[in-house]
């Protein structure tokens, strides 16, 4: 049992290992910038120390309610995006028409500054979490689709024409096949995407929105409340990795489950 | 058995071709091809690599279309074939799902032409039986080696019980000894499911000693330059492979070959 649970390399560090020196490093980093703060007497609107922060967190009755529409905008855009990504990559591998018709476009997309469409969107939507939705998912869209198309088309050439032997339906082949070939590729873009899309969320609130992280965001900093502007970035910070983290272990998870079975031949 | 059966033919070649058009022009892959296979026959397309036998295979199972002439089989256009799913397809990859068990592979088939599910499950054991991998019917393909992964594709291509075998080059990627085993166990399978098989191969004493009849091929462009019967008697044994008479069949094919 525990030899099955051993790390995969002799050499590979135990948590602690790994933890340890980041953990001694941002303590050391907190202690120097606390300290720096107390005996310089920098003020507090241009660096608040470390407790000052830690206070303000705590003592933010409001901080969630923003947090929470963020987190809602952000995983609204993200679901559109996967759900319409992945229905638009089965369409491009299915269709010739498809791929060559939209896929510039898709590619194209990508170079368009986000920020530049946000002020469209809010004419067109509102002031709401319409704009922000929206702005999630077009950012999340590219990765998403561009995946899930390279995972689709890496389906074995022969495990195709033998699906074509027996006169398997296009259907048949994409849910035995194509998709799960294309699960690692998926999961690998869920992780790009789900942080992409709270960028998107965030930056959409900068323009016009009453709530949110990006409302905090831009308002602590023209307030000059620079311990708030703090607060919501360490916030922001959290959230980004977190979703990394997630997508990211159900990648490994699934891709050890899959290496197990033989998934790289 | 071999040569008379072909007064009924199960595929019928009449004059077909194959030409791809490339950036450099056209490429005739298989030329002018006129040939019987009878009900039930084991025919070998021995040729060099790239001599277009694997294209020709394509042809009779309709993977790949005839640009000129027609395949029939039993009467009717290949594709009526394929979609009846008469066409069990074996290549020189395994080319299994590395995310099924070795009986999820075997299922595979049958999920797709409509066996009756309740049945799936003895038919996958069955077949996994008869090859003697029932033992590794849990078994993920990276589990297998190379010989039981083809084995185990080689039952897959029988699962639905289809009525002709198409095998590519099966077992040209194996160690000899792995070859010579699994020529034997191809050779007792078709005595129990007696299918109609037809097997592209570049190897002439396996041709030989599998096959009722050898269809010779040339390359540039891929044309059947002579047809051979192989008089050898059935059961063939491991041990024939070193008579006299064997080795007759391995110079003629060869001479055939223009080697």
Known sequence: MSEQNAPPFADSPSWWERVLPPALILIALLIVWEGAVRWLGIPKWLLPAPTAILERFLKLKTLWSHTGLTLMEAASGFAASAILGIGLSAGIVHSRFLERGVFPYVVVSNAIPIIAIIPLLTIWLGFGFAPKIMIAAIISFFPIVTNTTRGLKSADA???????????????????????????????????????SIVGAVVAEFYGSDRGLGYLVITSATQLQTDLLFVSITVLAALGIGCFSLFGYIERRFGSAQAERGYQR | MAPDAAQVPCIHLDGAGVTFRTSRGTVEAVSDVSLDIGEREFLALLGPTGCGKSTLLRLIGDLTPPTHGRVEVRGQPAHAARQRNEFGFVFQEPALLPWRTALENVRLPL??????????????????????????????????????????????????????LMMDEPFSALDELTRNRLQEDLLALWAVEHKTIVFVTHNISEAVYLADRIAVMSPRPGRITAVLPVGLPRPRLPEMRETMEFLDHVREARKALGG
Not at chain 2, 113 to 141: A, H, I, N, T, W
């Open chain 1, 158 to 196: 022969l495990a195709l024409d033998f699906m074509r032997s027996i006169n398997a339906t296009r259907w048949q082949v994409f849910a035995k096949v194509q998709f799960p070939t294309a699960l690692p590729f998926i999961f690998a873009a869920f992780r790009i995407a789900s942080s992409l």
């Open chain 2, 111 to 164: 999920e797709v032409v409509g066996f009756p599910p309740e049945k799936r499950r003895m038919r996958c054991e069955e077949l996994l039986q008869l090859v003697s991998l029932l033992g590794f019917k849990d078994s993920y393909p990276h589990e297998l080696s190379g010989g039981m992964k083809q084995r185990v594709a080689i039952v897959r291509a029988l699962a639905w019980e289809p009525s002709i």
